[in-house]
């Protein structure tokens, strides 16, 4: 049996019920198969894949707090310190019901290789907690975030660890984290990011994500000799990373004509409004039914059961912003049959694999999340720098500081697919270029 897939068969083994973690074990292990095979008994005496589908350390603790009512809630937390190799853990804090170790693991892996891909210096790492956000107030979430941290803080700090957010953590839960961080540890230093900018923020952090995807997508348009400009975008989700790449995207030319929610999706084939999406979820954080009552152009359709609406609609390129696993195999051929050109990832593993192969194997231009949507946590590394030497950065320097990132990172992904003969499968040139300088990094420093 080959060693990639003796390793796989070990993940499933050690890690049962885990169904996320296995399935990025096994799209990052197939894409390394190349690799692995030019030099399989060297690899397997250094258990190199082993060592670097087990993580670090993985740290679970419980979360008592005091809802409004009294009554005492207990949720679960998790960081998981996935690998160092490189820099100190990075990644984010995810506040969802349907949070377990399982994802967990799937998010701080992808996390090794998106953050090896932003040419910085940052290792792997995620957390979070099975607490739901949703209609709670803002005394609830604060008295959640500093339960939550009076556990996590012991383990995190600016050189060890720097968690950020990601699906329910914004700049709010950010604030609270931070605040009660400070308070027990008594020193002021950049142990989060995605803070506020009056308090170490980063301009532009909050646009990053999204931001870069697009211009991930940019690049890649533009290396097939065309643009965004003219093109019908659809987008998933309605949170941080779908709102500024629906930004972005308009202000490069396309026409955004939906976004989606856990309950429903909006059709607005005008093309989004950005604002008014902006003040529906991040101010009023109310539902996308408010989007549609305020907007003549927009349909307003309920999610059914199974049922991923946006996926339907005629578009030549297709964001997924949402959350893992909401793109699976019907839904590619419905892109496909409605004539998509390319689907770039901004939520992490939105696509199934079936999906993707699909996707692929009918010459749609195909990126993943690790690849781009990794302007977020690129950003986050340049919060990391502008706290280390106490200045903050205008706007513009950031932005093209991402800028420059995503056009890196496409050139390295697509090199790397080319050099291993899969021209334009840019999912193995991702996994490939990220993980060879981690398993570098982790060769040079022994067995640790
Ligand atoms: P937000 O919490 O801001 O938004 C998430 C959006 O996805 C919401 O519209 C939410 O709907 C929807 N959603 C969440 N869970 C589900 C679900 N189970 N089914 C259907 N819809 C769902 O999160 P972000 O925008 O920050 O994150 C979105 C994705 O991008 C995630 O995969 C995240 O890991 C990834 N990502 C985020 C980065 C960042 O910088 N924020 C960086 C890199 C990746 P509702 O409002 O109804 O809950």
New binding site residues.
Partial sequence: MSYVDEVYDYVVEKNPAQPEFHQAVKEVLESLRVVIEKDEEKYRKEALLERIVTPERQILFRVPWVDDKGQVQVNNGFRVQFNSAIGPYKG?L?F?P?VNLGIIKF?GFEQIF?NSLTGLPIGGGKGGCDFDP?GKSDNEIMRFCQSFMTELYRHIGADTDVP???????GREIGYLYGQYKRIRDVYEGVLT?KGLTYGGSLARTE???YGLVYLTEELLKDHGTSLKGKTVVV????????YATQKAQQLGATVVS?????GWIYDPEGIDVELLRDV?EVKRA?LTEYANARKSAEYHE?KNGEHGVWNIKCDVALP????N?LDLEDAKALVANGVTAVCE?????TTIEATEYLQKNNVLFVC?KAA?????AT?ALEMSQNSERLSWTFEEVDSKLQGIMANIYKSISEAAKEYGMEGNYVAGANIAGFKKVATAMEAQGVV
């Fill in positions: 984010g995810r969802h349907s998010l998106k949703k950020a957010g990601d699906i329910g953590v914004g995605g990053a994500t999204g998933s989700g309605a949170g941080n990373v779908a709102i976004v989606s929610d856990s309950t979820k539902r999610k912003c949402a959350t893992q909401e901004g939520a992490n593993m939105p999340g949507n990794a302007g977020g946590v986050s």
